[in-house]
């Protein structure tokens, strides 16, 4: 009886446990150094204010064609607080703007209104926003500057870390 479960434990191993078909794939990740703990510029906050092996693709090329970057002027972001209404702010490209009372201040560095990172870089699909997304630079005094992208259709991605405000982006501001 125990030879014939040894001997279905080894068949089954060999069928299921051992292909010979199988691509070996190494998951293990590439020493980057320090690891990162809850302290220091190697955390995760650190990777989102512009530290740390991530960049967020902010050292990424954006390219899009003349007439689709001169059809948007900055963009429109939401900032909400833990009381209130969100406010909506303009934010024109290379303008930093106040945003009300909270001591931030908002940058629009580049909007993208369909936006796509390929192994070029990044670009629009097209000249609609269709996929939005904006690179803004926000300021507090005593705090290091955040840099990264917001994306209108995936909030969740790479969002604004702060305890107390969140900034989402709303629309793209066009060009009169």
Not at 42 to 55: I, L, R
Not at 84 to 91: A, H, T, V
């Given at each position: 009886m125990r030879s014939i479960l040894i001997l279905t434990l080894l068949t089954?191993?060999?069928?299921?446990?051992?292909?010979?078909?199988?691509?070996?794939?190494?998951?293990?990740?590439?020493?980057?150094?320090?690891?990162p703990s809850e302290e220091g510029p190697?955390?995760?906050?650190?990777?989102?204010?512009?530290?740390?092996?991530?960049?967020m693709g902010l050292n990424t090329d954006i390219t899009m064609a003349e007439e689709i970057a001169a059809a948007w002027r900055g963009a429109i972001?939401?900032?909400a607080g833990p009381e209130?209404?969100?406010?909506?702010?303009?934010?024109p490209?290379?303008?930093a703007v106040a945003l009300g009372d909270t001591g931030l201040k908002a940058?629009?560095?580049?909007?993208?209104?369909?936006?796509?990172?390929?192994?070029?870089?990044?670009?629009?699909?097209?000249a609609e926003a269709v996929n939005?997304?904006?690179?803004l630079r926000v300021t507090e005094e005593g705090k290091?500057?955040?840099e990264g992208w917001l994306f209108a259709a995936m909030p969740e991605i790479h969002p604004f870390p702060h305890d107390t405000y969140s900034i989402l982006l709303a629309d793209g501001l066009a060009a009169e």
């Open positions: 089954t191993l060999s069928l299921f446990g051992c292909g010979g078909n199988e691509t070996n794939t190494d998951l293990t990740p590439p020493a980057t150094g320090d690891v190697s955390n995760m906050m650190g990777a989102m204010m512009g530290g740390g092996e991530h960049d972001i939401q900032v209130g209404e969100p406010q909506r702010y303009d934010l490209f290379g303008e940058t629009a560095l580049a909007f993208v209104p369909d936006f796509v990172m390929g192994e070029d870089g990044i670009t629009t699909r097209s939005p997304a904006l690179r290091p500057d955040y």
